[in-house]
């Protein structure tokens, strides 16, 4: 399997910068494209500089990494939704007693790591959040940044001509 293939089902880490720059598929349109690469997953690393709360139904906070502001929205409607009807009652409550456990943690001024699905809203792509790490290290935000660096020239940057000759380099 190439590199770019391999990269749809992968949470990919990714600047602000080059998040905000994603495009909508043309063909799927539930995933992502860079460079002609399809995304679905992102990891994301910032402060958190803004935040909307509203209980039982969603927390919608922006996480900045300096170099441009990723919206997340974190969804905390999972008892009410109908999305989980099908799912069994215990894995409900305790998805959604994750939700509130992180939208607890995304308070205002915190190094967080969030992961999750690339979504668009009203035009814009944001990161729909499956789960928020608060970093208690400032230099992981640093770590994150060269992680970033590394892999886009390393992976994600990665042409279809070049990846035969690239495959034994360590992503």
């Known amino acids: ?40 997953w992102a990891e994301a690393v910032g402060v958190v500089v803004s935040r909307e709360f509203k209980p039982g139904r969603f927390l919608k906070f922006s996480i900045d990494d300096t170099t441009g502001c990723i919206p997340c929205v974190l969804w905390l409607n999972q008892l009410s939704s109908p999305y989980f009807s099908r799912r069994s009652p215990p894995d409900v409550r305790a998805i959604a007693e994750m939700a509130v456990k992180f939208a607890s943690e995304a308070q205002l001024g915190v190094l967080a790591r969030v992961r999750g699905k690339i979504t668009g809203y009203r035009g814009s792509v944001q990161i729909t959040v ?42």
Request: proline share 4%; net charge negative; aromatic share 8%.
């Open 130 to 171: 499956s789960d928020v790490i608060v970093e208690r290290d400032p230099n992981f935000e640093i770590l994150h940044w060269l992680d970033c660096i590394k892999l886009s020239r390393n992976c994600y940057n990665v042409s279809t001509t070049t990846v035969e000759t690239s495959r034994d380099q360590k992503c």
């Open 1 to 40: 399997m190439d590199a770019p293939a391999s990269l749809f089902n992968t949470h990919v880490k990714l600047l602000a910068f080059d998040l905000l720059t994603l495009v909508p598929n043309s063909v799927d349109q539930t995933s992502f494209s860079r460079n002609g690469v399809r995304l679905c």
